[in-house]
C-alpha cells in the first residue's frame, strides 16, 4: 500500500474522527467557554483533521507531529522531554499514533494532563487485520491487558475505542 497517497487521499485525511466527535460532544459539548478547553492532538497528520475540526469548535488544540508533511503546531518527537509543562491539557488524543511508538512517553503524557484531564485512545488491537499495517513500520497490536499495562499510570482517565 502507498501509505502517503492513501493518507492524502482517503477519509481518515480529510474527515475528523467520528468516534472523537462523539466523545469531544459528550464530554466537552456543554462547556461555557469552548476556548478554555485546551486539547492535545498527538500525532496530526497531513492534514490534521481532528485538529481543524476542534478548532472551528471553538476549542484550543495543539497539534504534534514530527512528519515533515503534517500539519502541526509543534514539530517534535512524543518522546522528547519537557515538550510541555505540567497540567497543561484538558484533554490528549491519540488516534493511532502511539502505538506506532516503540517506548511512549506514557508518565509523561499523564503529567501533562489537567486535574480530572481525560486521555483518549484509539489503537489497534491485537484482532485487527494486519494488512493495512503495510508499510507503517512498528505497530503495536495489544490485548487489553497489554494496553492497561501500558496505560496504567492514568487508567482512570482513559478514554479508549478499538476499530
Same mark, same amino acid.
Given at each position: 500500500? $502507498? *501509505?502517503?497517497?492513501?493518507?492524502?487521499?482517503? /477519509?481518515? @485525511?480529510? *474527515?475528523?474522527?467520528?468516534?472523537?466527535? &462523539?466523545?469531544?460532544? /459528550?464530554?466537552?459539548?456543554?462547556?461555557?467557554? &469552548?476556548?478554555?478547553? &485546551?486539547?492535545?492532538?498527538?500525532?496530526?497528520?497531513?492534514?490534521?483533521?481532528?485538529?481543524?475540526?476542534?478548532?472551528?469548535?471553538?476549542?484550543?488544540?495543539?497539534?504534534?507531529?514530527?512528519?515533515?508533511? @503534517?500539519?502541526?503546531?509543534?514539530?517534535?518527537?512524543? /518522546? @522528547?522531554?519537557?515538550?510541555?509543562?505540567?497540567?497543561?491539557?484538558?484533554?490528549?488524543?491519540?488516534? $493511532?499514533?502511539?502505538?506506532?511508538?516503540?517506548?511512549?512517553?506514557?508518565?509523561?503524557?499523564?503529567?501533562?494532563?489537567?486535574?480530572?484531564?481525560?486521555?483518549?485512545?484509539?489503537?489497534?488491537?491485537?484482532?485487527?487485520? &494486519?494488512?493495512?499495517?503495510?508499510?507503517?513500520?512498528?505497530?503495536?497490536? @495489544?490485548? *487489553?491487558?497489554?494496553? =492497561? =499495562?501500558?496505560?496504567?499510570?492514568? *487508567?482512570?482517565?482513559?478514554?479508549?475505542?478499538?476499530?
Amino acid at each position: 500500500m $502507498n *501509505w502517503p497517497l492513501h493518507l492524502a487521499t482517503n /477519509r481518515q @485525511a480529510i *474527515w475528523p474522527s467520528e468516534p472523537l466527535m &462523539r466523545f469531544i460532544g /459528550r464530554t466537552y459539548g456543554n462547556a461555557p467557554d &469552548r476556548s478554555k478547553v &485546551r486539547f492535545l492532538d498527538i500525532g496530526s497528520g497531513k492534514h490534521a483533521p481532528n485538529t481543524h475540526a476542534l478548532t472551528l469548535m471553538g476549542y484550543d488544540v495543539i497539534a504534534i507531529d514530527f512528519a515533515p508533511g @503534517a500539519l502541526a503546531h509543534e514539530r517534535a518527537d512524543i /518522546r @522528547a522531554s519537557m515538550l510541555f509543562e505540567p497540567e497543561t491539557f484538558d484533554c490528549v488524543l491519540d488516534i $493511532n499514533t502511539l502505538c506506532h511508538v516503540p517506548d511512549p512517553p506514557i508518565a509523561e503524557i499523564h503529567k501533562w494532563l489537567k486535574p480530572g484531564g481525560k486521555f483518549y485512545s484509539i489503537a489497534p488491537h491485537i484482532n485487527t487485520s &494486519r494488512g493495512h499495517l503495510e508499510g507503517k513500520g512498528y505497530c503495536r497490536c @495489544a490485548a *487489553w491487558h497489554g494496553i =492497561q =499495562q501500558l496505560l496504567a499510570p492514568f *487508567w482512570d482517565n482513559l478514554v479508549s475505542g478499538f476499530i
